[in-house]
């Protein structure tokens, strides 16, 4: 069934999409249920709100939960619009990534209350979410805990991901927190809900045990199915995919399935004059994209940009068969959560009172926290750090090779014995002076949800390999020049000249225990056949061009922030030594002619 609309042709991305008819005709199929689906997705622990481009503010976990309810409200008694059914009903729902580490989450572990995040989240009152590959950051126990401090009855369900092996989730399934089916009730109709989460979920996130289904449309058929065969004619599919592309190409192998509510690209779907929350961010497509499945059947796929900036409102109208005959195009828009403008809202006062302000004051508190002193200033500056060794991008490097070793007994790894921090994710631009180093600076070198990460048994060739990419960059005037992917390194120092052909520059390579790696550009006999190597997940997936496909790793619960923390206060005992962090470097890496 076509779905009626007041627009021709949904084009999005440079590709056109299956039209929108113009109007239900007069003998076609008639009314008989009005829904309205509120989604979020990707909040991401961004509790407190930003300052747009334009000077203005917006998102925060306040407003944003006072203007779910508003929407909320308004679609329960707001008049019946053309086109609407008289029975009319609400579905809330979030696809995942309901929080991520940093120093918004940072702010609950000694607040002595429950989480602020599952405390914004459960003011909302989500009816249902999905898992996204962040809220498995700090491990499965740390997820169980966050759901058990969640009061709103929202159900978690998640199709393609098993539990068996992580006691606490598993409780959680026990306890029926977390679902592989749940019916939501609304207005005497009910509605299937299937979740489903990445493939990529060991490669992103700290997992665990947790097992991952790559079989989405098989399992996600089966439950339409099983929902089918219950009567449910009604289905929503909330996806944690990435990246909307792949939510629209799953959509093809899809039967049953209404409506798909994606989450993880943070795309901004928004018709062209619809507003939105001023950041810079680019204009992905209309609202909703629309697909075809596997029967010929139109299904919307909806999306917002996240971090609490929109809240997404798709109203749909079936008919008696359970067939989506058409979409209000003018209320259905990702809305921007905002303090001025036609969308403007004030923050909702308990929201505010009991999550941002205690974040709020967490956060400014950072600046105040001296976890270390530096007898040395600390180089940061982004071309340095792209381009030549730095003491700050040694001290960085460090700490993912320390993060490493703490964790590996715990995870049953061996303990890395190198490490590299890519240039492009030190961030602070500057120099840090010789005296305190606070928590927030930890913050402000590293501001990434990068976590450490260690690949045990990496082929020594391809250690060489990441090396030789770490100085890889564009040369001028035989200076290399600076580029992201420079490589910081930890356990091992080397030379190479730069005006030899990229894959061929490192000269000599040198584990600190003295093996030698590689000799006058060849790979040594007295190199082992493999390594523990430590770095940040992003580097990992190929971020940067990293020459890591394939390459087994495992996520540790920590951000590398968190282990920059950690190497500080810990490894280094709160000092940071001339001796240990020269300024230039302590020769780790040295161009050579």
């Known amino acids: 069934m076509l779905l009626a609309a007041a627009t021709a042709t949904l084009t999005v991305a440079a590709c056109t999409v299956p039209s929108l008819a113009m109007a239900v005709p007069p003998s076609g199929p008639k009314a008989d249920f009005t829904l309205t689906v509120l989604h979020g997705n990707d909040m991401e622990s961004a509790l407190l709100p930003i300052t747009g481009t334009d000077g203005g503010s917006y998102g925060g976990a306040a407003r944003f939960a006072e203007l779910f309810q508003q929407l909320e409200q308004y679609a329960w008694e707001a008049d019946r619009a053309p086109g609407q059914a008289g029975k009319r009903g609400v579905i809330t729902i979030s696809a995942g990534d309901n929080f991520l580490p940093g120093p ?16 914004a989240f459960s003011a909302v009152g989500f009816d249902a979410s999905a898992l996204g590959n962040h809220d498995f950051d700090l491990g499965p126990d740390y997820l169980a805990d ?51 989460t990445t493939p990529d979920l060991p490669q992103l996130t700290s997992l665990g045990d947790v097992t991952v289904d790559p079989a989405l449309a098989e399992i996600a058929n089966a439950q339409a199915a099983a929902y089918a065969e219950a009567g449910v004619d009604k289905v929503i599919l909330v996806s944690h995919l990435q990246d909307i592309d792949n939510e629209r190409a799953l959509a093809g192998e899809l039967t049953g399935i209404d409506i798909i509510i994606a989450g993880g690209g943070g795309e901004v779907l928004a018709d062209a004059d619809d507003p939105i929350v001023p950041t810079g961010a680019t204009r992905y497509g209309d609202y909703p994209v629309v697909e075809t499945d596997a029967d010929g059947e139109e299904v919307p796929i909806v999306t917002t940009t996240g971090l609490y900036q929109y809240v997404g409102r798709l109203v749909v109208t079936f008919d ?17 959560v905002a303090a001025q403008g036609p969308d403007a ?32 200033p600390l180089d940061g500056i982004r071309n340095n750090v792209r381009s030549r060794e730095t003491n700050l991008g040694d001290l960085v490097a460090d700490s993912l090779v320390y993060a490493g070793q703490l964790a590996a007994l715990d995870v049953g790894i061996t303990a890395p014995i190198v490490g590299l921090q890519n240039g492009g994710g030190i961030r602070n631009a500057s120099v840090i002076p010789a005296g305190d180093i606070t928590l927030l600076d930890t913050y402000t070198v590293l501001p990434f949800p990068n976590f450490v990460a260690v690949a045990p048994d990496l082929p020594i060739a391809t250690f060489v390999a990441v090396v030789e990419h770490g100085v890889s960059g564009a040369v001028s005037g035989d200076v290399l020049q600076p580029d992201g992917r420079f490589g910081q390194a930890a356990g091992y120092s080397f030379t190479y000249d730069a005006s030899r052909p990229v894959g061929d520059r490192v ?75 020269p300024v230039g470097g302590e020769g780790r890496i040295v161009e050579v002619d």
């Open 104 to 119: 918004n989450l940072s702010a609950s572990e000694d607040s002595g209350v429950a989480n602020y995040d599952a405390q």
């Open 146 to 196: 966050w759901l058990g401090d969640v009061s709103s009855d929202t159900a978690f369900v998640s199709n393609n991901l098993g539990f068996e092996a992580e006691p606490q989730l598993l409780a959680r399934v026990e306890d029926g927190t977390i679902v592989t089916s749940h019916v939501e009730k609304v207005k005497g109709e009910r509605i299937g809900i299937i979740g489903l």
């Open 320 to 336: 008696r068969e359970g067939e989506i005959i058409s979409f209000d195009e003018e209320l259905s828009r990702a809305i921007p």
């Open 345 to 376: 809202v004030d923050p909702d006062p308990t929201v505010l009172a009991n999550v941002e302000q205690p974040v709020a004051a967490y956060v400014a508190g950072l600046a105040e926290t001296v976890i270390a002193q530096t007898a040395v």
């Open 507 to 581: 000269v000599d390579l040198v584990l600190d225990d003295g093996t030698v790696i590689v000799a006058g550009g060849v790979l040594a006999a007295t190199a082992p056949a493999t390594i523990s190597f430590a770095t940040n997940d992003f580097t990992f997936r190929g971020g940067d061009g990293y020459p890591l496909a394939g390459v087994s790793f495992v996520v540790l619960p920590y951000t590398y922030q968190e282990a920059f923390e950690t190497h500080l206060i810990d490894g280094l005992g709160g000092v940071v030594t001339a001796a240990d962090y």
